[in-house]
């Protein structure tokens, strides 16, 4: 590598070294959910006192990395940290919802606590109520790094700034998208590879609204993609799976693909075909 290179790197580096490392934001958010979560702490409290001053912990290193962006807050630091820890109750009240959502719709459940522990879906959940908390606050960037952080974990897809309602309920979940101006009411239930995203991917769009309205106690099974700003899923549909959905469809919907199989029987074994996978 080149002098000149080196000393532009230097440069880049020497701007940023006020910035407090993403893996921090991860680790504090981390940090939340063991304080929400008993199952999933890594310590035990023996007292209130000792709860206490964790959650106070929490709160101090949420400043450190607030106040490294500071400049780019609409509020003082302490006040977005004081916000969000205020918002924890609630943030509590929403995913012991999902939770039960969850362990209410999967029969290989034996529980919230399981749920909680191990699945992808809640701990996706857990981190996007977070992050949202912070997108609304206005908080740049740190938001995506929590919702990417949680995308790389569980290969669930989830912008901090979607709406999603109570008792949100997500079944194995590799592969879902949702996009950020998307909608979703209450009580619904996503599987794996759902995409709920945009008609295009066109700058111009930024301010818009351009994601799918999902309305209450909707079911959408594995490989449906529904796009667009316009449509709305409504109320009690389902949407089967792989369905290709661009238009609003009306409450108690059954939307369903269904693909030509050619199923045959072959009297003698040499003419089958053998597929090489």
């Known amino acids: 590598m080149n002098r000149q290179f080196l000393n532009n790197l230097f440069v880049s580096h020497q701007k940023a070294m006020h910035l407090v490392p993403a893996s921090a934001m991860c680790q504090l958010v981390e940090g939340v959910l063991q304080l929400l979560f ?6 035990r409290f023996e007292s209130v ?33 004081e916000r969000v820890m205020q918002e924890l109750p609630h943030i509590h009240e929403l995913l012991l919802m999902d939770a039960e959502a969850i362990a209410a719709g999967d029969p290989a459940a034996q529980g919230s606590e399981e749920v909680v522990r191990t699945y992808p879906g809640f701990k996706a959940v857990a981190i996007y109520r977070m992050a949202h908390v912070f997108y609304q606050l206005r908080v740049p960037l740190l938001p995506r790094v929590l919702t990417e952080y949680a995308h ?8 901090p ?30 599987y794996q590879g759902v995409t709920l995203g945009a008609l295009s991917v066109d700058k111009a769009m930024a301010n818009i609204k351009r994601h799918p309205t999902i309305e209450h106690h909707v079911v959408i099974y ?41 199923v045959r029987r072959a009297a003698d074994p040499a003419s089958v075909i053998n597929f090489s996978i």
């Open 38 to 43: 008993p199952p999933l702490a890594d310590v």
């Open 49 to 81: 006192q000792e709860l206490e001053e964790y959650a106070k912990g929490l709160k101090v290193n949420m400043m450190r990395i607030l106040t490294s962006i500071e400049h780019e807050l609409p509020m003082p630091a302490e006040e977005v940290a």
């Open 152 to 159: 790389a974990r569980t290969g669930i897809d989830i912008h």
């Open 161 to 190: 700034g979607a709406q999603i309602g109570t008792h949100f309920c997500i079944d194995h979940g590799t592969g879902i998208v949702i996009g950020e101006t998307c909608v979703i009411g209450n009580y619904v239930k996503v």
């Open 222 to 262: 594995a490989g449906a993609t529904i796009l667009g700003g316009n449509t709305v899923v409504g109320a009690h549909s389902i949407i089967g799976g792989n369905v290709w959905l661009t238009e609003s469809v009306p409450p108690y919907s059954r939307v369903y693909h269904r693909p030509q199989i050619d």
